[in-house]
């Protein structure tokens, strides 16, 4: 395993050096791709590795950076299969940008996007096989930084530097966040290694638990991006290469997750039932406000950058669900909702990632996100369209692909904890199912517009009529990804049994996850509930089949006539006519009138003679922006203004500073004297 | 509440049924036997308003009121051709219409039967020779059964589709 951790590190430093060093543009493309590639599959083999033989990867190197207890890994099987998570996108992101960084060709530096692209794989790999907070926050912020990098690598587009901004300012509150929890955490270890702080953890005072578990929450939730900390996936999601966007929002958000289970389920050892409590509300709340924005985006990087914020909600459901149930001694029970949570987290890396890499052939081939603009693209796309078809359906938990079983799963995970007798647990159960369902319904039809818009009817614009299909490169990275969807679907019996090592990280939960998978069945303790989804599939093929057959039979007993698409009988049809993505979209913004609060504006010019000829009409329509509005402006104000009064400090004379200097040591020395004393 | 006010205020609102009413009756039982042996289920309309003056269509709509309520008797009235078994076509036809009546003809599925409503489908009537209009609707796409009057009463209507179905 020491070995194909080398060959881990190996390959994305080969990936980096040779996009800096190679010669020629294709060069620098092939050898990005070919170091992560190398690296990506290398960290799968080490996941796989941890798995197989149940034993936890251990290497540290002390000496380096020794002042903070140097640098030390340490891969258990809850790290493992974020690892594995990491490398499952890695891989085919990495042969996808090989052909999509060729629009960045003599625009925008290869190299650079080629060294931070495998820097960024590197330390978000890293980062779950982080043994102790020294080697945890350095891997965490590299991971950041070089996806802030990442985001800005179309730097000339008008909203890039504020979309990075934005991630920017997040991820390092976050950040803040996550390091006073990990200072409160050490405080009483003998090293900051997380075998050493799990001892002192259980010496800490209850209250001291909840507030590091409340800031682990925020910090990582900034990541994960969670409500209302989600505001930067919408802006940087979009701006990224379309590769990045599908790394981003397939796999890093996910180490947020990772991060609130490393500290409050393994560290801290779980916590009091409000604990999952809040998870669970936190996480239906970024479920259901997710889904609804992303119903209202045209923009189809949004549109899939706030579906990820409903997809965390999902996830921290999940989590929620199995830490309240943890609290409350049902560990069969939590079993269930962790694993549904953790499945729904390597599910939704798969088809999300697809989604982007579908996303970015289509902005690739019209240079254009506005679904408003596109239209007609199966026939000019069909790979892609065929792709992106598989992702939607996945998304939207239709069998026998993977999200049906994720969501499945944490359905039957929260339903028995409606009959639960313990206080408020049963209203609360009962809430999130609602949330869940009300998410689901919502979702299928947010992907109905992305899909149906995008790539049904005829082209609403001609470069939308000019477009044309993707390299063979990204259609063999969105194959990987198609196929890894329904494999994740129809194999999820022994999948999920294999996962119930990653539950390890508390007695009694592995055991009781193990039970999840017999045979073809998928069953809940005490057979609460059971599917098969190798059954579905399998019934699903032979009626599609059956159908399929019998039409051919009939076509050829009665013969085929073969006429126009039905549309009203119009002499002729042009994109006009067609539905709107935003058109889509009004009765569901008529529903949610009292959330969305759309403004309209519409405005007609009418010809000078008569008020029967129209010349031009101009509809626009807004929602109002909650978040942004009322809980970030202000704070971005306050913040600006507490800038502003420091600035007093920066006088521009050396004097003043020697002053201050001086106030400094002085302060420093009194200090001293104190604690002396 | 007000419902109910309502409800009072007006009293029944109901007629009996005009004379000749048994007549109608029976035909629509006939619709009904015959449209279940043809098809096993209803029989699925599409009405195709080619450019009338819209007596016609009160008539039709007449059909699906509470007097005559040929819903019961499976007469039904679909939304599109692409459901369709029969085409009802009322008026002359226009030149505007006369490609939509073809493409409205072509989209629906064989075996189709058309049935033309009104003096006007059969002879243009009072548009006759108008440079708006293209001409009956029989110049335009077969039909099967011509109902003549202006416009035909609801139990012309049905002997007219008791006719094309009993064609088959
Ligand atoms: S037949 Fe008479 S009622 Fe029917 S469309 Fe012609 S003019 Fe109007």
């Known amino acids: 395993m020491t070995f194909l951790f080398w060959l881990m590190l190996a390959g994305y430093a080969f990936g980096a050096v040779a996009a800096l060093l190679a010669p020629g543009n294709r060069a620098v493309r092939r050898g990005t791709a070919t170091g992560a590639v190398v690296g990506a599959t290398a960290s799968i083999a080490l996941a796989l590795g941890v798995f197989a033989t149940d034993a936890t990867f251990a290497f540290d190197a002390p000496a380096l950076l020794s002042v903070a207890d140097g640098v030390a890994f340490r891969l258990d099987a809850l790290g493992a299969f974020f690892l594995g998570l990491v490398g499952l996108v890695a891989a085919p992101c990495a042969i996808y940008g090989a052909g999509y960084s060729a629009t960045y060709e003599g625009r925008y530096s290869l190299r650079f996007l080629g060294a931070a692209l495998n820097l960024f794989l590197l330390t978000m790999s890293l980062v779950p096989c982080a043994g102790n907070v020294l080697t945890f926050l350095l891997m965490w912020e590299g991971m950041s930084l070089t996806s802030y990098f990442l985001v800005m690598t179309e730097r000339d587009e008008p909203d890039t530097v504020n979309a990075g901004g934005w991630y920017l300012a997040m991820t390092h509150a976050g950040v803040a966040l996550v390091l006073a929890a990990f200072l409160l955490l050490a405080a009483g270890a003998d090293t900051t290694s997380f075998v050493h702080l799990r001892a002192a953890a259980i010496r800490l005072s209850p209250t001291m638990h909840s507030v590091v578990f409340v800031l682990a929450l925020?910090?990582?939730?900034?990541?994960?991006?969670?409500?209302?900390?989600?505001?930067?996936?919408?802006?940087?999601?979009?701006?990224?290469?379309?590769?990045?966007?599908?790394?981003?929002?397939?796999?890093?958000?996910?180490?947020?997750?990772?991060?609130?289970?490393?500290?409050?389920?393994?560290?801290?050892?779980?916590?009091?039932?409000?604990?999952?409590?809040?998870?669970?509300?936190?996480?239906?709340?970024?479920?259901?406000?997710?889904?609804?924005?992303?119903?209202?985006?045209?923009?189809?990087?949004?549109?899939?950058?706030?579906?990820?914020?409903?997809?965390?909600?999902?996830?921290?459901?999940?989590?929620?669900?199995?830490?309240?149930?943890?609290?409350?001694?049902?560990?069969?029970?939590?079993?269930?909702?962790?694993?549904?949570?953790?499945?729904?987290?390597?599910?939704?890396?798969?088809?999300?990632?697809?989604?982007?890499?579908?996303?970015?052939?289509?902005?690739?081939?019209?240079g254009t996100r506005d679904m408003n603009l596109l239209g007609g693209l199966i026939r000019r796309l069909p790979w892609t369209a065929l792709f992106f078809l598989t992702a939607s359906l996945a998304i939207a938990g239709l069998p026998p692909l993977n999200g049906f079983v994720s969501e499945w799963l944490l359905f039957q995970s929260l339903l028995p904890g409606i009959g639960s007798s313990a206080p408020f647990v049963a209203p609360l159960m009962t809430l999130a199912v609602g949330a869940l369902a009300l998410t689901g319904g919502l979702a299928a039809a947010g992907f109905v517009k992305a899909f149906g818009v995008t790539f049904l009817a005829i082209p609403r614009s001609p470069a939308a009529e000019h477009a044309h299909e993707a390299s063979l490169s990204m259609r063999i990275a969105m194959g990987i990804l198609a196929i890894a969807c329904a494999g994740l679907g129809v194999a999820a019996v022994p999948i999920l049994a294999a996962l119930s090592a990653v539950l390890a990280v508390r007695t009694g939960l592995s055991a009781a996850t193990a039970e999840i998978g017999g045979g073809v069945w998928l069953s809940t303790p005490e057979r609460f509930a059971q599917m098969s989804p190798a059954l579905i599939a399998l019934g699903l093929g032979v009626v599609i089949a059956g159908v399929w057959l019998g039409v051919r039979v009939m076509a050829a007993r009665r013969g085929v006539r073969i006429g126009e698409t039905w549309g009203c009988g119009r002499v002729t049809q042009t994109p006009r006519m067609e539905y709107t993505a935003t058109a889509f979209a009004e009765p569901l913004r008529r529903v949610f009138a009292e959330l969305y609060r759309p403004t309209k504006d519409l405005s007609i010019d009418f010809h000078p003679e008569s008020r029967y000829f129209v010349q031009s009409i101009e509809y626009r329509s807004e929602i109002v922006p909650w978040f942004e509005r009322y809980l970030y402006a202000p704070l971005i104000a306050r913040v600006q203004g507490w800038g502003l009064r420091t600035r007093a400090l920066q006088s521009g004379s050396a004097h003043a500073y020697l002053t201050y200097l001086v106030i400094a040591l002085l302060a420093l020395l009194g200090m001293l004297l104190v604690q002396g004393a | 509440m007000r419902l109910f006010s309502k409800i009072l205020q007006v009293g029944i609102a109901t007629e009996p049924l005009a004379p000749g009413g048994d007549e109608v009756v029976r035909l629509l039982h006939e619709v009904d036997a015959r449209a279940r042996r043809l098809f096993g289920r209803a029989l699925a309309i599409r009405e195709v308003d080619a450019g009338s003056c819209n007596g016609c269509e009160l008539e039709i709509s007449g059909l699906t009121s509470p007097v005559y309520d040929s819903e019961r008797f499976g007469i039904h009235f679909v939304a599109s051709p692409r459901h369709a078994d029969m085409l009802l076509v009322t008026g002359p036809v226009t030149r505007n219409m006369a490609v939509p009546l073809v493409k409205t003809y072509e989209a629906t599925p064989d075996p189709k039967l058309v049935v033309a409503v009104g003096d006007c489908a059969r002879t243009c009537g009072v548009f006759q020779g108008s440079y708006a209009v293209a001409g009956s609707v029989d110049q335009i796409i077969p039909v099967d059964v011509f109902v003549d009057g202006c416009p035909p009463e609801p139990a012309d209507i049905l002997r007219g589709i008791l006719g094309a179905i009993g064609r088959r």
Not at chain 1, 251 to 275: C, E, F, N, S, T
Not at chain 1, 350 to 357: I, P
Request: net charge positive; glycine share 16%.
């Open chain 1, 218 to 366: 925020l910090g990582f939730g900034s990541k994960a991006g969670l409500m209302p900390l989600h505001v930067w996936l919408p802006r940087a999601h979009p701006a990224a290469p379309s590769h990045v966007s599908a790394l981003m929002s397939g796999v890093m958000i996910k180490l947020g997750v990772y991060g609130v289970l490393r500290v409050g389920l393994d560290l801290l050892g779980g916590g009091p039932a409000w604990w999952g409590a809040l998870l669970i509300v936190l996480g239906a709340l970024s479920a259901v406000l997710g889904v609804l924005y992303a119903l209202m985006e045209n923009d189809l990087k949004r549109l899939l950058a706030y579906s990820s914020v409903e997809n965390v909600g999902l996830i921290f459901v999940g989590v929620g669900a199995g830490s309240l149930f943890l609290s409350l001694g049902a560990v069969p029970a939590a079993g269930v909702a962790l694993s549904a949570g953790l499945y729904h987290a390597l599910n939704h890396a798969a088809f999300k990632g697809l989604l982007f890499l579908g996303a970015g052939s289509v902005l690739h081939a019209t």
